[in-house]
């Protein structure tokens, strides 16, 4: 029996090594705002997709919008990509705005599921004066012409901002064959689009409502890549889930807004604690480590230096109002520059990427709290008198224990002394501690026991 069982297993792993491997697609997961995280992990998955050639990328997308650099490098990296890339907007009630509508226009094969939108495409860093970021109610203005003030409002800058974002996002619709004009829309007029409306107006190709049903429409379409064309065969796929490695998920959660505004105020006060209590040097260590990194965040976001200003000026007004109090002149306008630099510490108006007003709240009073209260408390035991040591004893008061003559004993804090006096003291006379020499005290009779 057991050489029987042990043909069978040759068969089979001879089977299993001689048969052909079952072909994967790769999926890859874009959820919430497009940052320099989400942009390094995208261009780094489709860069190695080029290596081991999957059958095709699907990118799972729910996004607000994001960062329009770290937008353009993804599109960049997929329009470069000679393997076909499949962008899935999903799941029901996701959307494509803003960046994602860019993203969604420059992929082989443009997806929705049911119950979800696209548009909004307008930038916001590049938003002519008049025009609502995406989220917002557009107001519905006209001039004499009938023109919509968008197009030929705001400043030069502005126009050229708008111009080339219209160009950049039709060009992405001339080349995958798309509908051009809502192209222009939705950068200009911020103009949105629900899936069923999508497919009737050519901005997308396919409405699924799982990923199952995708493959299933995906079989059989041909897609045209860089140099050819290519007949998707997506029947008995394997998804191969890509997850962002450690040093790219380190780089999505520090370039988070809201994670950078607290590693910078949190190695401020580390430093603040370190100088003004010193001590085993961890308040210092976490407060260079988490300032470094805070200057790293910074480096990725578009930070203002106004805000930055402000914040500083805060803190510092703060810190003055805790060291020598102004009836809260300084605590006052420190507290008015500490909000307004938190608001205006990132260059956008894109809410994904600004602090969020809780946690500016929050840190508000917690900085006032911290600098007024525990940074007073700690300049006012540096400052007060010590309570140990030989200074410690002048001021004391004890008795005589001998007659001092000038020299004899006394009894100070429970413990003998030996003590002297330029007057001759009786003893136990009351006396008080002038000086310490030597462990040799010089006393004084009390006024009661001069007068």
């Known amino acids: 029996m057991s050489w029987r069982t042990g043909w069978w297993g040759l068969w089979l792993l001879l089977f299993s090594a001689l048969a052909p491997a079952q072909e994967r697609y790769w999926q890859l997961d874009i959820r919430g705002a497009i940052g320099p995280g989400i942009s390094d992990y995208l261009v780094t998955e489709l860069n190695r997709a080029q290596i081991e050639r999957p059958a095709l990328v699907l990118l799972t997308m729910d996004t607000p919008g994001g960062l329009y650099s770290a937008t353009r490098d993804i599109i960049t990296a997929m329009l470069e990509s000679s393997v076909p890339v499949v962008v899935y907007v999903s799941p029901g009630g996701a959307r494509a705005a803003s960046a994602g509508t860019y993203i969604l226009y420059a992929s082989h094969v443009a997806a929705m599921a049911p119950g979800t939108h696209l548009g909004a ?15 917002e109610p557009a107001k519905d203005k006209q001039n004499d012409d009938g023109e919509s003030p968008a197009s030929p409002g705001g400043s030069a800058m502005e126009r050229k901002s708008l111009n080339d974002a219209i160009a950049y996002l039709r060009s992405l619709a001339q080349l995958r064959g798309r509908n051009v004009e809502w192209a222009e829309q939705a950068v200009r007029d911020a103009a949105t689009l629900t899936a069923t409306e999508a497919l009737e107006q050519n901005v997308i190709e396919l409405v ?15 897609v045209s890549l860089k140099n050819d064309t290519l007949t998707l065969a997506t029947a008995g796929l394997i998804a ?25 105020l949190v190695g401020v006060y580390g430093l603040l604690l370190e100088f003004y209590s010193p001590g085993f040097g961890v308040s210092g260590v976490i ?7 805070a200057m790293l965040s910074l480096q990725m976001l578009p930070f203002n230096m106004v805000g930055l200003g402000l914040l500083a000026l805060g803190l510092a007004l703060m810190v003055a109002e805790g060291l020598t109090p ?6 006052g306008g420190g507290l008015v520059a500490f909000v307004l630099g938190s608001v205006l510490l990132f260059d956008t108006p894109d809410q994904a990427f600004r602090v969020a007003w809780p946690f500016i709240a929050a840190f508000t009073v917690f900085s006032l709290t911290l600098i007024l209260v525990v940074v007073r408390m700690i300049v006012k035991q540096r400052r007060a008198a010590p309570v140990s040591g030989a200074d410690a004893m002048v ?21 003998r ?28 009779p009390t006024k009661e026991t001069g007068e």
């Open 208 to 222: 699924a409502s799982d990923i199952p049903d995708l493959l299933q429409q995906l079989d059989g379409r041909e």
């Open 417 to 444: 002394w030996q003590a002297q006096s330029h007057t001759t003291i009786a003893a136990n006379s009351p006396v008080i501690v002038v000086a310490v020499r030597d462990l040799v005290l010089d006393v004084e």
């Open 287 to 293: 407060g260079a480590i988490c300032l470094l990194l």
């Open 240 to 264: 191969e889930l890509r997850q962002p490695d450690w040093r790219q998920q380190f780089i999505i959660t520090i370039s988070n807004p809201n994670i950078a505004y607290l590693l910078m």
């Open 395 to 415: 001021g004391e008061q004890g008795v005589t224990l001998t007659t001092l003559n000038p020299n004899g004993t006394v009894m100070i804090q429970g413990e």
């Open 121 to 135: 495409a307008t930038p916001v860093q590049m938003m002519p004066t008049g025009t609502p970021p995406p989220g």
């Open 326 to 331: 102004s009836f809260g002149i300084f605590g």
